[in-house]
């Protein structure tokens, strides 16, 4: 129902910086958060950053002091600034996606396919 279009992904050395981005489209009447999720090789899938409607965003405490999440509601997109990358930082970042697809009706949550983070040396 909402397609999630991830970019941004890539190859990065220890300390430097990577901007995601991911853009919604298809049949849906709101977004009420957007957000980025992680997972690693052979861990857990966790949440990185999101941001709600009314603008509060979350981190995650490993990267609350070099991340920075934000949107564009205009055109229904979602920021990560990820600098001072570490090697931990590596994984597949998910778009996610929740909010209403009419305004009384169903609710929606969902993802993109995922883009590769590498941070090696």
């Known amino acids: 129902q909402v397609q999630l279009a991830e970019s941004g992904g890539g190859l990065v050395q220890p300390g430097g910086s990577l901007r995601l981005s991911c853009a919604a489209s298809?049949?849906?009447?709101?977004?009420?958060?957007m957000g980025w999720y992680r997972q690693a090789p052979g861990k857990e899938r966790e949440l990185v950053a999101d941001?709600?409607?009314?603008?509060?965003?979350n981190y995650a405490d490993s990267v609350k002091d070099r991340f920075t999440i934000s949107r564009d509601n205009t055109k229904n997109t979602v920021n990560l600034q990820m600098n001072s990358l570490k090697p931990e930082d590596a994984a597949v970042y998910y778009c996610?996606?929740?909010?209403?697809?009419?305004?009384?009706?169903?609710?929606?949550?969902?993802w993109g396919q995922g883009t590769q983070v590498t941070v090696s040396s």
């Open positions: 996610n996606a929740r909010g209403r697809i009419t305004m009384r009706g169903s609710r929606y949550n969902d």
């Open positions: 941001i709600t409607s009314d603008g509060s965003s």
């Open positions: 298809g049949r849906f009447f709101s977004i009420d958060a």
